[in-house]
């Protein structure tokens, strides 16, 4: 006897942008659709390398899954990713490193400080730890903790969404957005 075919009735679609509706259409601004399908599919570079990253972990396994946010692909090739989240304590040895690999990545970008340590320095105010990876990348999201939780982490993940989806196309290519770059020496 054939199994019955049963249906997940729990899913929910995401809101739909504000536009305008009539019969068989349905019209809104190319920044909101843009921004609906790229809050929806961020791909995160994890850059971890301490005790935070552990906690990042438990973020990504099945009790938290970040995957339902739309960010399942995790990879760890700069070009293909569009937010870096550091997630540990960086040394100044280490800040070069960090540096090039947010280079490498293409815009649009996103950075997220996770934890104390990324954020600014957290407890290791010594001669050779940064103070804070915004010494040398402009940082968009910071999650405070030392760990945050894996609720504080995704809670901070889903302020970058909010930041992607509202980002105006045109913001890549302003003066203010390259007046940001050049304080840090990036043309
Ligand atoms: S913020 Fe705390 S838990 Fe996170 S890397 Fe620093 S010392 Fe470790």
Redesign the pocket.
Known sequence: MARPVQYNEKVKSVAVPEGYSGEGFFATTFDQVIGLARKNSIWPLPFAT???GIEFMATMASTYDMSRFGSERMAFTPRQCDLLMVM??ISKKMAPVLRQVYLQMAEPRWVVAV???ASSG??FDTYSVLQGIDQVIPVDVYVPG??PRPEAIIDGFMRVQDLVGQESLRRRHSDKYKELLNSYGIQ
């Open positions: 301490s005790c935070c540990g304590t934890g104390a340590c957290g407890v030392c760990p």
